[in-house]
C-alpha cells in the first residue's frame, strides 16, 4: 500500500474524528476555509497548505475503532452477495456512532449508481439533515472508484478508510486519484488497508464461485 507522508506527527494526527467529543473538538480547532470548502488540516501544515494547496492525504495510519467499523462494512458487503451483487459495503460513524450502512445494490436495482459508498452517504445525509457529511468517518471495503469518490469530495466528508484496494478501477491512487486532486475544493484525509485481506478474500470467494 502506498504512503503518502506528511500527515502524522509523533505517530498522531489531529483528525482523529467520529470517536467521542474529545477527538471532534480537536478536529474542530483544526478546521479551516479554504476557498468556500471546509477541509481538516492538522496545525502545523495549515500554512503549507495555504501556499501549495497540495496537501497529501494518504496514510496507513488508523484509530482504535476502525476495525470495528470496518467489520460492519464487511458485514454490509456480505449482504450483498446475497442478492448476487458484488460483496462491497460501507458504513458512516459520526460521534464515534454507526449512522449510515449500504451495501453493493447495483443488480438488485439495476441502477449504475446503487454503488455501496453512495448509498451510505445518502443515508447519512438523511440523518445529519444536511448534504455535508461533516465531522464524519466512511468506512468502505473496496477503494472507491470514480463516481463515489467524487460523491465523497462533494459531500466534504473528512476522512475515509478502505480495505482492499482496487487496481482497476479504484480512484484513491490506485487508477486515478479523485481523493487527492489538489484542483478540487476539498480532499480528504485518506487511509487504505484496513482489513485488505479479508475484504479481498470476499471479492475473490465472490467471482470464483462464478467462473
Partial sequence: MRTRPGLLAG???NV???FGRSAA???LRNHEVLGGSEVALPARLATDERKERALPTMSEHFFPRDEYFMRLA???AERAAEHEDVPIGAVVAHGGELIAAGHNERELRQDPTAHAEIIALREA???LGS???LDAVLYVTLEPCAMCAGAIVLARVPRVVFGASDPKAGACGSVLDVLGEPRLNHRPVLAGGLLAGECGALLS???ASRR
Fill in 131 to 133: 448534504w455535508r457529511v
Fill in 25 to 27: 473538538s480537536v478536529f
Fill in 11 to 13: 505517530g498522531r494526527t
Fill in 16 to 18: 482523529d474524528i467520529g
Fill in 205 to 207: 470467494e465472490f467471482f
Fill in 125 to 127: 445525509a438523511r440523518a
Fill in 74 to 76: 464487511l458485514r454490509e
